[in-house]
């Protein structure tokens, strides 16, 4: 398993590429979303990027694609939900450029129970259409299992949706914290996703909060997790969605390479 590292660990995107080279990590997840750490509609912030990238040939493995009301797939008001899409066509054409391999998108926010179908309805039909601008530019979308009352807050209702989409390029990013968070099985989550996991968000907690914790200070069973990913056959990139600062970055990427090489949690 390769370890992957997200940029936000550092003040830009093309300051984290560099920051991660020579770091034990081969691989990066740029946050788009955050205008102050990389906006994606400046074209020579995308540039120096790109430029890192290939000076320390560093793997652009994924991106998370912005995240809020303000890009809510699951939105019911029209113009909320357009500008929504919208924003994600410009996000995937955006990590084209970058040549990333995955986008990382969240189905919708937190829901109410009275208008949560609503929300759904809108969540389908906001994933659905920006799967032709996936597939055009060749990128892979991974919807993200979330938190309690969020869309997609279990296998059922995340599979459901990635089904309806009906695309070769729809998979899941399965997120350890989230799925602790729901008080899932966290094998039976991976086993649940099986072969159409594209990305995975490695962190902990206590199971009170989504607290990004270092894999193996919080109650995740991860043993149930490795054993999970041996039995479906993964053996794709893991990011690191935890943030150990003060640690420095090359320790950070070094104990975690090392726990993935002995697929056991960082325990730091």
């Not at 040939?57 to 699951?74: E, I, K, T, V």
């Not at 920006?130 to 059922?156: C, H, R």
């Not at 602790?180 to 902990?204: K, Q, Y």
Request: proline share 6%.
């Amino acid at each position: 398993m390769q370890l992957v590292c997200q940029s936000l660990l550092s003040s830009t995107a093309a300051q984290a590429v560099h920051d991660l080279h020579g770091s034990g990590a081969t691989a990066v997840d740029i946050t788009f979303g955050v205008a102050q750490h990389l906006n994606i509609d400046d074209p020579a912030q995308v540039g120096r990027v790109r430029e890192a990238l290939d000076v320390t040939g560093m793997r652009p493995y994924s991106a998370h694609c912005s995240f809020g009301p303000h890009a809510d797939l699951s939105a019911t008001d029209a113009a909320a939900h357009e500008a929504a899409i919208a924003g994600h066509v410009r996000e995937i054409e955006v990590a084209r450029q970058l040549g990333i391999e995955v986008v990382i998108v969240h189905p919708g926010v937190d829901t109410k129970p009275e208008t949560r179908n609503a929300q759904l309805a809108a969540a389908a039909d906001g994933m659905a259409r920006i799967m032709p601008a996936a597939e055009a530019n060749g990128v892979q979308v991974a919807f993200e299992n979330l938190p309690p009352s969020y869309i997609g807050d279990s296998i059922e209702e995340l599979v459901r949706l990635v089904d309806g989409v009906n695309s070769s390029y729809a998979g899941f990013c399965l997120d350890t914290g989230h799925c602790n968070l729901c008080r899932i099985p966290i094998g039976g989550m991976v086993e649940g996703f099986g072969e159409r996991i594209r990305a995975i968000h490695w962190h902990d907690n206590d199971g009170t909060g989504d607290r990004h914790r270092i894999p193996g200070s919080g109650t995740t069973d991860w043993p149930g997790f490795f054993g999970a990913l041996a039995r479906i056959g993964y053996d794709g990139p893991v990011m690191l969605e935890a943030d150990p600062r003060p640690m420095p970055l090359a320790e950070v990427a070094r104990l975690g390479q090392l726990a993935l090489d002995e697929r056991r949690a960082m325990y730091v």
